[in-house]
């Protein structure tokens, strides 16, 4: 059973950085792209950033480009979202699953990390 579990959200003002971290577990990590979505209220969960298995190639949504960076450890079945610059657009619950290049997410998610950029 695929169990995706984030944390290091947070409360910061505009401009901090903050990082995510994603346990992944159920699955061979290193045979799966992966990527950080997010989601708001009322609107489809987005994906912001993504990276191939081999912690080369990355992706970013033109939103965040620049200003975050996807990393992973798949000894340590660890992925992580280092975000800097923060803006109150960036303000949403963020999730790590599988995705970029094509990848559907699986079906279960975990039950996301929220981040709160507010002055």
């Known amino acids: 059973q695929v169990q995706l579990v984030e944390s290091g959200g947070g409360l910061v003002q505009p401009g901090e950085s903050l990082g995510l971290s994603c346990v992944v577990s159920?699955?061979?990590?290193?045979?799966?792209?992966m990527g950080w979505y997010r989601q708001v209220p009322g609107k489809e969960r987005e994906l912001v950033a993504s990276?191939?298995?081999?912690?080369?190639?990355?992706n970013y949504a033109n939103s965040v480009k620049g200003r975050f960076t996807v990393s992973r450890d798949n000894a340590k079945n660890m992925i992580y979202l280092r975000m800097s610059n923060l803006k109150p657009d960036d303000t949403a619950m963020y999730y790590c699953?599988?995705?970029?290049?094509?990848?559907?997410?699986?079906?279960?998610w975990g039950q996301g990390t929220q981040v709160t950029v507010s002055s």
């Open positions: 699953n599988r995705g970029g290049w094509g990848f559907t997410p699986f079906d279960d």
């Open positions: 159920g699955f061979f990590l290193n045979n799966v792209p």
């Open positions: 990276i191939g298995t081999r912690n080369i190639l990355t």
